[in-house]
């Protein structure tokens, strides 16, 4: 059975920094592609960011580009997302997905449960 757990959620001022953590189990977590959305009331859920099995290719939504960093560390089947210069309208529920194979903006395996991120303005 495949999971996927976030973590590091929270509350934050505006311009502060939160880390995303993603454990995954139930999967060989190196064949897979990893990806990070969002979702804001009222809104539907959005691309973030993808980073390759290898963790030598990312890809990034504009809107989180050059604040955001996907990283992954494989030897402990987890994904993360540093997130800096946080904006309020930064303010969702954030999953992480499971992509076999490359990388991409669409079509994850599996998804894991969410994590709110909060940005105060």
């Known amino acids: 059975q495949v999971q996927l757990v976030e973590s590091g959620g929270g509350l934050v001022q505006a311009g502060g920094s939160l880390r995303l953590s993603c454990a995954a189990s139930?999967?060989?977590?190196?064949?897979?592609?990893m990806g990070w959305f969002r979702q804001a009331p009222g809104r539907e859920r959005e691309f973030v960011a993808a980073?390759?099995?290898?963790?030598?290719?990312?890809d990034y939504a504009d809107s989180v580009k050059g604040r955001f960093t996907i990283s992954r560390d494989n030897a402990k089947n987890t994904v993360y997302l540093q997130m800096n210069s946080l904006k309020p309208e930064d303010t969702a529920v954030y999953y992480c997905?499971?992509?076999?194979?490359?990388?991409?903006?669409?079509?994850?395996?599996?998804w894991g449960q969410g994590t709110q991120v909060t940005v105060s303005s």
């Open positions: 980073i390759r099995w290898s963790g030598a290719g990312t």
């Open positions: 997905a499971a992509r076999w194979g490359r990388p991409a903006r669409y079509e994850y395996n599996y």
């Open positions: 139930g999967l060989t977590f190196s064949n897979y592609a």
